[in-house]
């Protein structure tokens, strides 16, 4: 097991690396200078200048990439003087002369428009898209399992049928187009019966200017992610349901006249969970990578949001941030979710 685990460690650290190569290297091409941007319509060429050199614009690609790596990676080897242990806040491993084998926390950078570090402004925004991410798959998973088991325990029937209907229907609407219409249905139109708002954080600030939560803004938005989930979720039981509900080992457990509940529940649920798990975790993968567009709709100040601004305002080092975030997640989320594998289906074994 460990060295299953070490190896896919390793495959995920090579798709650490591709995933930062190409991300900056499409940034790079792009035709704008981010030195100019951080001041704004005032500024002259030396001061773009000497900020460019400032930032490490100046540098070539490779060098740049380079530089990034060596910040994001916990183990280093860095110029061992106070401006670093400032920068870094490292731990020495061991020292090479005027260098030294470190150990740190990943360093993200500053923000170009800011100039705060990235980590911080990651910090505050990564929670609140955790709690809609999880608010929107666990109401996914629990309402699509149940109409999976429930559509493959009654095949070809009026209910079979309509959950497959509504089930490829929410997939096809896009997230963003479910989300404007829930807001304009049932946050505008209706809002004098839900009492919900068309749009608004889960956190944001009273008259007094202290934070406070309105967990009726995590209504909508958890909705409107968790419609494509539930559709995916509902197919793939029923359709693993359908596969281990015909198996022998299901025909001998009925034979032995176990209850009904006992078979599907114990039996045939607990061997169909494996594409479901997958699904579950891939889509809370993505979900709290940063719904964009939804939280833009609803104006939910998540990771999704401080990644379109960083975009709109070409902010380089929160954009590599949350793309870094995302990679790190899928990886592990990946790992966990083959390891999963070997207790939720006893045939399946780690060589």
Known sequence: MLNYILKKIGYGLIVLIMVVCIVSTIISLAPVDPAELTFGNRYDEETVKAKREALGLDKGIFTQLWMYLRDISPIAILADHAENKAKYNYTRLLPLGERALVFKAPYLRESFQSGRRVSEILGEAIP???????????????????????????????????????????????????????????????????????????????????EKYVWKNLILPAIALGIRPVAIITQLTRSAMLDVLSQDYIRTAKAKGLPKRTVVIKHALRNALNPVATAISGWFAALLAGAFFVENVFNFKGLGDVAVNALLSFDIPVVLGAVVFTAVLFVLVNIMVDILYVFLDPRVAVS
């Open 128 to 210: 609140l898209t955790a709690i809609l991410a999880l608010t929107s798959i666990f109401l996914a998973a629990i309402i699509g399992i149940a109409l999976g088991i429930i559509a493959a325990l009654r095949p070809n029937t009026f209910f079979d049928n309509f959950a497959i209907t509504i089930s490829v229907l929410g997939y096809s609407v896009p997230s963003y187009v479910s989300a404007m219409i829930l807001a304009l249905i049932f946050g505008f139109f209706l809002s004098e019966y839900t009492g919900l708002n068309v749009q608004g954080s889960l956190v944001v600030l009273d008259d007094f200017g202290e």
